[in-house]
C-alpha cells in the first residue's frame, strides 16, 4: 500500500516538473533554434572563405604581408567560434557521432596551440607544456580538439597580461586529465553551476559567447568524464577527465562485452 | 536475425533512419522511445539518461522532456505524420548498483515518456519497462519491429 502512494506521488509530481520544465524550455526553445540557425549560417559562407584564402597572394610588400597574416589570424579566430556553434548545436540535436582514433595527444596539443598563437602571442603570454601522456590514446581527435582548444583560449582570453598558462596532461586509471592552470582571478565559485550553462559567461568578462564550457562539459560527459575548476591565489585550475576505456570498446552503455557482441537468436519480439 | 548494419546509439543521439536499416542500444534505467512510421518503413530511436532538463547546460537529448519533442520533430521532418506514428517503449529498470531505486530514475524516465506521448496523441503500440534488468534493443525498419533481450545482470549503466 505505502509502496503505491510513492508511486503515485512520484507520478503527481512528475507530472509537475514537466508543466514548469515545459514554461522553461519554451523560453529557452528559442537559443536552441537561433542557435543551430546561425551556425549553419555562419558556417557555409567560412568554410569558403578558410579554402580561398589559401589562394590569395601577396604583394612582396611589409604592410601588405602583415594585414594578410592579421587576416588570416582574425579568419581563423572566427572560425573557432563557428566552429564551437557548431558543436553546440550539434549536441543539442542529439547528431553527435562519436568517432574512435589512436591520436597522439602531443601532436593536437601542438594543432591547439598552433590555432591559438594570436591570442597567446597579443597577451604575451607564455605556455608551458608537460605531457606526461607518452603514448598514443583512443579517443575522439576532433572532440579532443575542441576541448582542448576552448580550455587554452579561455585561459589566454581571460587571464592577465604576461601570465603563465600550464598544461599538464596525464592518465589516472582509466582517465585522461587535463589540466589548465592560469593566472587571473577566474570565475568565482559560486557561479559555479553559470559556468557551464550556455550563453552565460563570468560576470567580470568582456568578450565571448559563452558557448566554449557549456560544450566542453557535454564533450566530457559524452566521454563519461567530468570538468570541475578550483580558483585559489589568483590562479585558475580547470580539470578535465575523459574515460578512456569506454570509449576504446565503443560500448559506453555496456558492462559486458559478451552481451553486446550477443546475437537476437532468441530475442523477445515487440 | 542479427543485423550487422544496425546503427549503435550513445545517451543523447537521436538517430532517424529508413529500411532495411536497423538502430539498436543497450538501456539500464535509461530510456528509449522508438517511433515508426509503417508507411514509410521509417523509424527513429532515441536514448535518454533522466526525465527532466534542469535549465543548465545545452538543452542535450540527455534528457527526456528535450529527446522526445525532438525525436518526433525528427520523424516529422523525414516526412512521416502523426497520425500514423507509432511509439513503443524500453527501458527504465531500477538499477540498485546504482542506487537507482531510491530516486526512482527508471520510473520518471518512463512517466515522461507516456506523458509527452499522450500529449501528441501517438499510440504506445508496445512497451517494456521497469524490472530490474538492463535491455538491449534494436529496431528492425524492414518489418517495424523491435527484438529485445535482457542483461544477465543488473549492473549495465545507461
Known amino acids: ?270 | 536475425m542479427i543485423l550487422s548494419s544496425a546503427t549503435f546509439i550513445h545517451v543523447g543521439q537521436i538517430h532517424v533512419d529508413r529500411a532495411p536499416g536497423a538502430i539498436s542500444t543497450v538501456l539500464g534505467s535509461c530510456v528509449s522511445v522508438c517511433l515508426f512510421d509503417p508507411r514509410l518503413q521509417l523509424g527513429a530511436m532515441n536514448h535518454y539518461l533522466l526525465p527532466f532538463w534542469n535549465g543548465n547546460g545545452l538543452q542535450s537529448p540527455k534528457f527526456g522532456n528535450i529527446a522526445i519533442p525532438k525525436l518526433i520533430e525528427a520523424m516529422l521532418q523525414h516526412g512521416a505524420s502523426l497520425q500514423t506514428m507509432q511509439a513503443k517503449l524500453f527501458g527504465g529498470a531500477s538499477m540498485h548498483s546504482l542506487g537507482g531505486k531510491s530516486m526512482m530514475i527508471g520510473e520518471k524516465n518512463v512517466l515522461v515518456a507516456r506523458e509527452i506521448l499522450q500529449e501528441y496523441n501517438i499510440q504506445i503500440v508496445a512497451e517494456d519497462t521497469g524490472g530490474q534488468y538492463g535491455r538491449k534493443i534494436q529496431m528492425d525498419l524492414e518489418r517495424g519491429k523491435v527484438l529485445l533481450k535482457y542483461t544477465s545482470s543488473a549492473q549495465t549503466e545507461g
Request: with cysteine.
Open chain 1, 1 to 270: 500500500m505505502k509502496q503505491e502512494c510513492v508511486e503515485e506521488e512520484v507520478a503527481f509530481l512528475s507530472k509537475k516538473i514537466l508543466e514548469l520544465n515545459k514554461q522553461l524550455m519554451e523560453s529557452e526553445n528559442a537559443k536552441s533554434k537561433f542557435l543551430s540557425l546561425v551556425a549553419n549560417e555562419l558556417n557555409n559562407p567560412m568554410t569558403v572563405i578558410l579554402r580561398m584564402i589559401e589562394h590569395l597572394k601577396i604583394v612582396e610588400d611589409e604592410s601588405n604581408r602583415k594585414t594578410f597574416e592579421l587576416i588570416c589570424e582574425e579568419v581563423l579566430n572566427l572560425d573557432f567560434r563557428i566552429q564551437n556553434l557548431m558543436s553546440a548545436a550539434e549536441i543539442e540535436s542529439g547528431d553527435i557521432h562519436p568517432s574512435h582514433e589512436l591520436v597522439s595527444l602531443e601532436e593536437i596539443i601542438e594543432e591547439v596551440l598552433k590555432t591559438l598563437r594570436y591570442l597567446i602571442d597579443n597577451k604575451n603570454a607564455q605556455v608551458v607544456v608537460a605531457n606526461r601522456v607518452d603514448k598514443k590514446v583512443v579517443l575522439d581527435s576532433q572532440k579532443l580538439f575542441i576541448i582542448l582548444r576552448n580550455l587554452l583560449s579561455n585561459a589566454a582570453l581571460y587571464g592577465s597580461q604576461n601570465e603563465r598558462i600550464e598544461l599538464e596532461t596525464m592518465l589516472e586509471g582509466d582517465f585522461l586529465v587535463l589540466r589548465v592552470t592560469n593566472e587571473g582571478e577566474g570565475p568565482d565559485i559560486e557561479y559555479k553551476p553559470q559556468i557551464f550553462t550556455r550563453f552565460a559567461k563570468a560576470p567580470k568578462a568582456e568578450s565571448g559567447l559563452g558557448v566554449g564550457l557549456s560544450i566542453v562539459r557535454e564533450l566530457a560527459l559524452y566521454f563519461g568524464g567530468t570538468i570541475d575548476y578550483e580558483v585559489c591565489q589568483g590562479s585558475v585550475v580547470f580539470t578535465v577527465k575523459l574515460l578512456l576505456d569506454a570509449a576504446a570498446e565503443d560500448s559506453v552503455a555496456c558492462g559486458s562485452n559478451e552481451f553486446f557482441f550477443d546475437s537476437f537468436d532468441d530475442a523477445i519480439e515487440l
